[in-house]
């Protein structure tokens, strides 16, 4: 049975996890409009992911799905954090601010807390999706066996393979084009780069599970290109950041009309793995940052975010992590519930004009 067959969705459109942004009333307004409503919990703990599950639920019966990091666990590096702090010294001090004494691992990665692996296992959401890697054998058996859907994002080939020998059920195929972290499995390996219809249509023609496109994606023509190509939906996300049931806040909306949304940039100084963002005074640093590394993902992302809020609070807003693809200044400001209404409408539009110039064709 396919994706949209089992989960009877009225449009092949999966809305991205974003977290920290994609909110449970976002992910409800979503599926209860025919597509799929997702909530990403790698920015919180077990206990905040069973409260945004359960608010996803007390909204809608409908499915959603639910995105965690399996990110491999970061490298402690007193030295190198020490010398990250000292570059951005200069920065916290223009807003009268001293950077932190010392950095954290903000964020717990799936594969190391058994916590929130409880919570999935004992709510059981009706979809599971993981980025940046894969968990155990043993976990994978386990989400299986309470009846939920697991889907892996792809970056490349290899990696797709890896998701389909792992008994994953889908491969959500992330281009270059995509906004926010890439969802690579070694963020210090090559990356090949691949966009999102280049990647879709490899994977279609070397992997036998069914293909999510995401990346760049905006509108009801580029899912039913997406599907021209044989994936089995559209994976949108930033199309969703506008929405008033978005966590983004008024800089992040200001910013997708704004001339940064046409330059977004593929960046690891913000977190400390890539991630692509709308262009602002962060991404810029790119440019004086020479061969320095940041430190390993959360680590700096620690950083980041207390540069953030020394800015913010000084009424600067071009430090934040302004996640966004590269088709941004396609954003339209509306209800989830209308988005989807219009991406369904275009979707179908742009299919039966193809329809139509196809029996055209001599």
């Known amino acids: 049975m ?115 692996v409880a919570v999935l296992l004992d709510l059981a959401p009706p979809v599971v999706s993981f980025h940046f890697g894969l968990p155990s054998a043993d976990v994978l058996s386990a989400l299986r066996a309470r009846g939920i859907y697991l889907m892996a994002t792809a970056t490349s080939l290899n990696e797709a393979h890896a998701i389909e020998a792992a008994g994953i059920d889908a491969v959500v195929a992330q281009g270059i084009e995509a906004g926010g972290h890439r969802g690579v499995f070694d963020p210090i390996a090559p990356d090949d780069a691949l966009g999102v219809f280049a990647l879709t249509r490899l994977l279609v023609r070397k992997n036998n599970l069914p293909i999510i496109a995401a990346g760049g994606i905006m509108d009801g023509a580029g899912i039913a290109a997406a599907l021209d190509l044989g994936a089995s939906a559209a994976q949108l996300g930033t199309a969703f950041v506008a929405c008033p049931e978005s966590a983004a806040d008024d800089a992040y909306r200001a910013a997708l009309t704004g001339e940064g949304a046409y330059y977004t940039v593929l960046t690891s100084l913000i977190s400390g793995r890539p991630a692509r963002a709308l262009a602002n005074r962060f991404t810029a640093l790119s440019q004086s940052v020479d061969e320095r590394r940041p430190p390993d993902y959360p680590i700096a992302y620690d950083a980041g975010k207390a540069l953030h809020a020394a800015a913010k609070a000084q009424g600067e807003h071009g430090f934040g992590a302004q996640w966004a693809g590269q088709g941004a200044p396609l954003s339209r400001a509306m209800p989830a519930a209308a988005l989807v209404r219009v991406l369904r409408e275009e979707f179908e539009l742009r299919r039966i004009r193809g329809s139509v110039e196809r029996c055209d064709v001599p």
Do not use: C
């Open 2 to 116: 396919s994706l949209i067959d089992r989960f009877e969705l009225s449009v092949p459109l999966i809305q991205a996890p974003m977290a920290g942004v994609a909110t449970p009333s976002l992910a409800a307004a979503v599926s209860e409009a025919g597509a799929l409503g997702s909530i990403g919990v790698a920015a919180t703990d077990a206990a905040g992911a069973r409260a945004m599950i359960e608010e996803v639920r007390s909204s809608t019966t409908r499915a959603f799905n639910v995105n965690v990091f399996v990110h491999a666990g970061p490298k402690a590096d007193l030295s190198r954090e020490a010398q990250w702090l000292d570059w951005l010294a200069p920065l916290f001090a223009e807003y009268g601010a001293q950077p932190p004494t010392a950095l954290m691992t903000i964020y717990k990665s799936f594969a190391d807390d058994p916590d929130m």
